[in-house]
């Protein structure tokens, strides 16, 4: 199958779904991270285009850790808007990868730009595969519905998983994935006083509890006509 895990900003995708990536990876499906921003307002100091270059590397650092094939969108961060060209950009990125599951934010999370990627991952996902969108730069992928997921946000805050994913043979590749984001370990620490690695050992941690196993990362799945109703395709 084709993975595919769509976040806002780089490290979003290893603070909640580096584990699942990993054991799809393990298991021999091809596993794309994409970043719809560039990540370039994430610190309190750094210029916009030095913390980009250095975002955009840590995050393909990431990638690389489980061999997942990389997209960056380029959109300024905090700067996603559910406008027309930020649509057509979705639908291009998922077409790159032609998923049969995405991974993104959920509707409810704390961040804007994690919302409104959210709404248009929701809004691009059946679109993809129609050929005659227009002013697209690629062809549509493959036709039908792919499984749409979303993930946990920082420390769980109104999320309730209706699906775990054990991960905890993959819990340090996770670690050894977000460790590459360098950056935010630090931005964490000066912005919210937060041990990166510590919340999301115990974030990781909390789920697995609440799933009967050491560690676990928790989604819900968008039910809805069609979309993967008959099987569960998480690994
Ligand atoms: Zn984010």
């Known amino acids: 199958m084709n993975i595919i ?46 913390l980009t270059a250095m975002r955009k590397q840590e995050a393909k650092n990431a990638a690389d850790v489980i061999g997942a094939h990389f997209i960056w969108g380029g959109i300024v961060d905090e700067h996603v808007f559910t406008d027309l060209e930020s649509r057509r950009r979705m639908i291009d990125i998922l077409r790159e990868a032609d998923p049969d599951v995405i991974f993104t934010h959920a509707p409810n999370d704390y961040h804007p730009d994690h919302k409104y990627v959210s709404q248009l991952v929701f809004d691009s996902y059946f679109q993809k595969g129609l050929p005659s969108m227009p002013n697209q730069n690629l062809p549509a992928c493959r036709f039908g519905q792919s499984q749409l997921y979303y993930m946990d946000n920082l420390c769980g805050i109104g999320f309730n998983p209706t699906e775990y994913v054990d991960i905890t043979e993959t819990f340090e590749t996770k670690k050894e994935m977000l460790a590459c984001h360098i950056s935010q370990a630090a931005a964490f620490e000066d912005m919210a006083n937060t041990d990166m690695m510590a919340m999301i050992e115990i974030q990781s941690r909390f789920r697995g509890l609440a799933a009967g196993c050491k560690y ?18 998480l690994p």
């Open 5 to 50: 895990c769509i976040a806002a900003h780089p490290d979003d995708t290893e603070l909640q779904c580096a584990g699942t990536l990993a054991r799809y990876a393990k298991e021999g499906h091809n596993v794309t991270i994409a970043v719809f921003t560039d990540g370039s307002m994430g610190d309190l100091v750094i210029k916009p285009a030095e």
């Open 216 to 233: 676990a990362e928790g989604f819900t799945r968008v039910d809805a006509y069609q979309r993967g109703l008959t099987r569960r395709i």
